[in-house]
């Protein structure tokens, strides 16, 4: 089994852009469990979809790095319990595959590990007993730059954040953004990328780049998701959301609404 395990799905015999009158854009997955039964099981699942195709599987930690570095694949179906580290071996995963999305499958709902995946920039959190149908939406939405928690996985992420931010206030709960600044924020927590920013903004991608960094240093955040929470608990863009309503409803109705703008945005670095 394990010399197989690494392998190239058979019978791709339908274009990678494409496929069908009505589909969108092939999504090509990795499957990377330990067990055979689940793997094959994911494969009938799929089959079924038409524009979902697993490209590669493998069944230990290695055949997956191997899989994902062999095979042009979008996504990524990970077991944690492929690693003993899993979150040491995720983070070295999406650090070789920088362009690999990684949906990562938990044995039973953990807090802890969800908190510390979704952390180190884990694309999609679902547990074994997900249900099909949930799964195939999780693949489209992380396929799509959209990230994947179940309510309990947003709630935990909430919460954490709460629990953080109700610390005694310091003097970056003082800080003023520019409008400059607050807009491009305010684009941000709207599920908006980098490239569309710079559009709405007006200026280039590396210059929304440049701002990001500097509001990540102001208000002592490390990452999109992180910027989000901070300006819900700290309703740092009222009065200022209005600026960017142009481009897109505000999502700054409800804190799981903001929460899904901030995963919409994806991982998408500032560097």
Known sequence: MAGTSVSLEENLGQPLESVGENAGPLIRVIVADTQAIFRAGLRKIFAVEDDIRVVGQAETLDQALSAAKKFSADVM???????????????????QTPGLRLVVVTAEPNEELTLELFRRGVHGIVSREVDPDMLVECLHKVSHGESWL??????????????????????????????????????????????????????????????????YDKLGVADRLELALYCLNNRILDGSA???????????????NLLQAAAAAGTENVS
């Open 77 to 95: 179906i990970f077991e944690a319990a492929l690693s003993s580290h899993p979150i040491e071996a995720v983070a070295d995963l999406l650090r």
């Open 150 to 215: 179940d309510s309990r996985g947003t709630q935990w992420v909430l919460e954490a954040y709460r629990t953080q931010s109700s610390r005694p206030a310091s003097s970056r709960s003082k800080v003023q953004l520019t409008p400059k600044e607050s807009l491009i924020v305010s684009c941000v927590t709207q599920g908006m990328k980098n490239k569309e920013i710079a559009v709405r903004v007006g200026t280039t991608e590396q210059v929304v780049k440049n701002y990001l960094r500097k509001v």
């Open 242 to 256: 209005s600026q960017a309503s142009s481009a897109r409803p505000s999502p700054a109705n409800g804190s799981a």
